[in-house]
């Protein structure tokens, strides 16, 4: 079955920098688009970064546009968020998710979509 396990998180201070990563098993993974979505306590889950299945394309969150860079690795399975300059604001649970890209036409990888597959999340943690 699907299976999305993250690493990465931890506490750091303002102005850090964090690699989180996804390692992906249970499916075709090359297929798949793929995500980091986050949410905040109190807050309602927000969407970060999709990208393609050839990692050709990314979307990202007009709020997140500069300090996240999302990446993938099809031979390794793995999918990447790199964030810099974080600020109190980015703590959250991060969640990688999947999602199945359409075989014809365009993939439907955007943000906009429903990702069907998630993980258990890692947990960020900013502190001035």
């Known amino acids: 079955q699907v299976q999305l396990v993250e690493s990465g998180g931890g506490s750091v201070q303002v102005g850090g920098s964090l690699r989180l990563s996804c390692a992906a098993s249970?499916?075709?993974?090359?297929?798949?688009?793929m995500g980091w979505f986050r949410q905040a306590p109190g807050k309602e889950r927000e969407g970060v970064a999709t990208?393609?299945?050839?990692?050709?394309?990314?979307y990202y969150a007009d709020s997140m546009k500069g300090r996240f860079t999302i990446s993938r690795d099809n031979a390794k399975n793995t999918l990447d968020l790199q964030i810099n300059s974080l600020k109190p604001e980015d703590t959250a649970m991060y969640y990688c998710?999947?999602?199945?890209?359409?075989?014809?036409?365009?993939?439907?990888?955007?943000?906009?979509?429903?990702?069907?597959?998630w993980g258990q999340g890692t947990q960020v943690t900013v502190s001035s």
């Open positions: 249970g499916f075709t993974y090359s297929a798949y688009c």
């Open positions: 998710a999947a999602r199945r890209a359409r075989s014809y036409g365009a993939e439907l990888c955007g943000l906009q979509f429903d990702y069907n597959y």
């Open positions: 990208i393609s299945t050839n990692g050709g394309s990314t």
